[in-house]
T-cell receptor, first 114, second 110 residues
Framework: NAGVTQTPKFRILKIGQSMTLQCTQDMNHNYMYWYRQDPGMGLKLIYYSVGAGITDKGEVPNGYNVSRSTTEDFPLRLELAAPSQTSVYFC?????????????FGPGTRLTVT | RKEVEQDPGPFNVPEGATVAFNCTYSNSASQSFFWYRQDCRKEPKLLMSVYSSGNEDGRFTAQLNRASQYISLLIRDSKLSDSATYLCVVNVGDDYKLSFGAGTTVTVRA
């Protein structure tokens, strides 16, 4: 049971390039999330999904896209990378049971756009 | 106003000391509250949920004050391994999205 895995761990992009951050969970969780964390700031929600085929925007969706074709996978796509997207990206998943919804995080992807 | 605000610290305490800190939240409709721990350059992990009546988990005690809209975390008998950033986390509505504070950094020295 690997939990939530993310690839790559690190990436440097040039302005205008695109890339996909991969996220996979093997816990059969229905909810999945993408966050970004800038230095000294709280995690900001980019997109989330309540199940396969369903995605919704979070607080900071501009410049990103997601898809959820399976329960396990929730890739995040960056089109036309900009320096403002330099950040640490965390994927998380959770299973909802009443008010208990612990989110399990992947190890993160550190992205630099120059 | 930010949804969740925390004193960033750092709180620098000796081993064995007690340290406590609060966070405030802006949405009076929030129903669920958590403390997460984040080690340097690592992912956040759930430390404990916060219940209305307050709750303890070993050396950690969490309290909720709905009237003043704040939650607190107290760490007793601090260990070196308690050095981390503690994130205050609150749900933001009827769905299952969470709002994270920027964190309070605690450093326990020998």
């Amino acid at each position: 049971n690997a939990g939530v895995t993310q690839t790559p761990k690190f990436r440097i992009l040039k302005i205008g390039q695109s890339m996909t951050l991969q996220c996979t969970q093997d816990m059969n969780h229905n909810y999945m999330y993408w966050y970004r964390q800038d230095p000294g700031m709280g995690l900001k929600l980019i997109y989330y999904s309540v199940g396969a085929g369903i995605t919704d925007k979070g607080e900071v969706p501009n410049g990103y896209n997601v898809s959820r074709s399976t329960t396990e996978d929730f890739p995040l796509r960056l089109e036309l990378a900009a320096p403002s997207q330099t950040s640490v990206y965390f994927c998380a998943s959770s299973i909802i049971a009443g008010t208990a919804y612990e989110q399990y995080f992947g190890p993160g992807t550190r992205l630099t756009v120059t | 106003r930010k949804e969740v605000e925390q004193d960033p610290g750092p709180f620098n305490v000796p081993e064995g000391a007690t340290v406590a800190f609060n966070c405030t939240y802006s949405n009076s409709a929030s129903q669920s509250f958590f403390w997460y721990r984040q080690d340097c350059r690592k992912e956040p992990k759930l430390l404990m949920s916060v219940y209305s009546s307050g709750n303890e988990d070993g050396r950690f005690t969490a309290q909720l004050n709905r009237a003043s809209q704040y939650i607190s975390l107290l760490i007793r008998d601090s260990k070196l391994s308690d050095s981390a950033t503690y994130l205050c986390v609150v749900n933001v509505g009827d769905d299952y999205k969470l709002s994270f504070g920027a964190g309070t950094t605690v450093t326990v020295r020998a």
